[in-house]
């Protein structure tokens, strides 16, 4: 729901994944957006209308992504898909933060786009800690870009896997991702991410921000 840029830009990436796509807007004009070769279903009308979410084929659905401009449309049109129409893999986009928290506590995945942005500024401006990039609806466990003192370069990932009782589900290396071995060496540059539990985490980070201890 929504052919903005962001939504536009997600038909056309499932498309080409060989993906069958419906894309919903209240604007024709919006459509095209997704340029002459899009080969999906465009129907125009509200998300979260009974009436256009079937003709849309919603009950053959396997996801549905409200990313239009209203935060109350897309809450609205996500709770509908999943509860009237039981799709499971549901998610919508939120501008305000302290709605996006309440919504994933009710089991609503969001993706807060204020909050998305401001966390990569303070993580540029302010390179220690750790920013969360992820945490499940309950709260309890996260993944977190972790600020990593330079004393851990040459240390291999299962090293500081087991210094800081966490897992490094992956890390970033000159603007590319890549998934670690135990072997795999913590090399200068790396950004280095972590799935950890709520209440583990300022242990992580005292660990991580200060040198080795051997």
């Known amino acids: 729901m929504g052919c903005g840029r962001v939504g536009s830009s997600l038909a056309r990436g499932l498309e080409r994944r060989g993906h069958s796509v419906a894309i919903i807007d ?62 499971t893999n549901v998610v919508a986009r939120i501008y305000d933060p302290g709605r996006a928290e309440v919504y994933e506590r009710l089991g609503i995945p969001t993706v807060a786009t204020v909050r998305w942005a401001a966390d990569q500024v303070l993580r540029r401006l302010l390179p220690a800690g750790s920013e969360p990039l992820w945490r499940d609806p309950s709260g309890n466990v996260r993944l977190v870009e972790v600020h990593t003192d330079r004393s851990w370069v040459g240390r291999t990932v299962a090293q500081i896997e087991k210094a800081a009782s966490t897992r490094i589900p992956f890390i970033t290396r000159l603007g590319q991702g890549i998934i670690p071995e135990g072997s795999t060496v913590f090399q200068d540059g790396d950004l280095l991410y972590a799935a950890v539990a709520d209440s583990h985490l300022s242990v992580l980070e005292s660990v991580l921000e200060s040198p080795p201890t051997h």
């Open 26 to 87: 209240m604007n024709i004009d919006a459509f095209r957006r997704l340029g002459p070769d899009f080969g999906g279903r465009t129907v125009k009308g509200v998300g979260f209308d009974r009436e256009v979410l079937l003709k849309s084929g919603i009950e053959d659905a396997d996801g549905f992504a409200a990313v239009s401009s209203g935060d109350n449309s897309n809450i609205l049109a996500a709770r509908v898909v999943r509860e009237t129409f039981e799709v």
